[in-house]
């Protein structure tokens, strides 16, 4: 069967350290990888997306790398700070779904100051 | 500019009740899609507005589910008969078609709603 798995627990860490978020999947070829995030009572906010043909991307304090061979997908913030603390939803890109995405449940980081 | 805008923010009806939730997308986005969120869960896709092409209904749960779009403007999603099981956070996001994918979707805050 087709999965997304995200850590499901939350991750707590310590302002200043890098926070790292695992996106595993089953059975999809996604041709693109996109990174959203989510604030309580919020709509998703769109942050990076990557190809697959992609190793690594990176956006200021966010670094994205995308291992098809693993079926991977680990999304880092460097140097966390406590308004990073959100939930992070990943989502894929697949052709056979046209343009639709396929989301992951998402994992809630908090980051302690 | 304007981002994705949704009303109402918050519902509140009683079962077997018919709802209508209403998205207003970015000025220019031809792809609408309309989501539903369960507490604690992702995002769960219910339908896909591309163009004038006929919509993407895949994810719709039940026939009383039901959404339109007016050109590549305004889209409502109707529930009718709504039951205890459909209160969630139903989500809208707009983009730009992109063909072969690669779209950012801009989501709406979302209108959450609550069958009694």
């Known amino acids: 069967s087709q999965k997304i798995e995200q850590n499901s627990e939350a991750l707590n860490i310590q302002e200043g350290k890098t926070a790292t978020l695992t996106c595993n999947y089953t059975?999809?070829?996604?041709?693109?990888l996109q990174w959203y995030r989510q604030d309580p009572g919020r709509g998703p906010v769109f942050l990076l997306l990557?190809?697959?043909?992609?190793k690594e991307k990176r956006k200021e304090r966010l670094k994205v790398t995308f291992d098809t061979t693993l079926k991977q997908s680990l999304f880092h913030i460097t140097a966390s700070q406590p308004a990073d603390s959100a939930t992070y939803l990943c989502?894929?890109?697949?052709?056979?779904?046209?343009?639709?995405?396929?989301f992951g449940a998402g994992t809630i980081l908090r980051v302690k100051s | 500019g304007a981002g994705v805008s949704q009303s109402p923010s918050n519902k509140v009806t009683e079962k077997g009740k018919d709802v209508e939730l209403r998205c207003d997308p970015i000025s220019g986005h031809t792809a609408l899609y309309w989501y539903r969120q369960r507490l604690g869960q992702g995002l769960e896709f219910l339908i896909y507005?591309?163009?004038?092409?006929?919509?993407?209904k895949s994810g719709l749960p039940s026939d009383r589910f039901s959404a339109e779009r007016t050109g590549e403007s305004v889209s409502t999603l109707t529930i009718q008969r709504t039951q205890q099981e459909d209160s969630a956070v139903y989500l809208c996001?707009?983009?730009?078609?992109?063909?072969?994918?690669?779209?950012?979707?801009?989501f709406g805050p979302g209108t959450r709603l609550l069958v009694l």
């Open positions: 507005f591309q163009g004038n092409s006929a919509p993407d």
């Open positions: 059975n999809y070829s996604p041709a693109y």
């Open positions: 989502a894929l890109d697949c052709m056979e779904y046209g343009n639709k995405l396929v």
């Open positions: 990557i190809r697959e043909n992609e």
């Open positions: 996001a707009s983009s730009l078609f992109v063909s072969g994918g690669a779209e950012t979707q801009y």
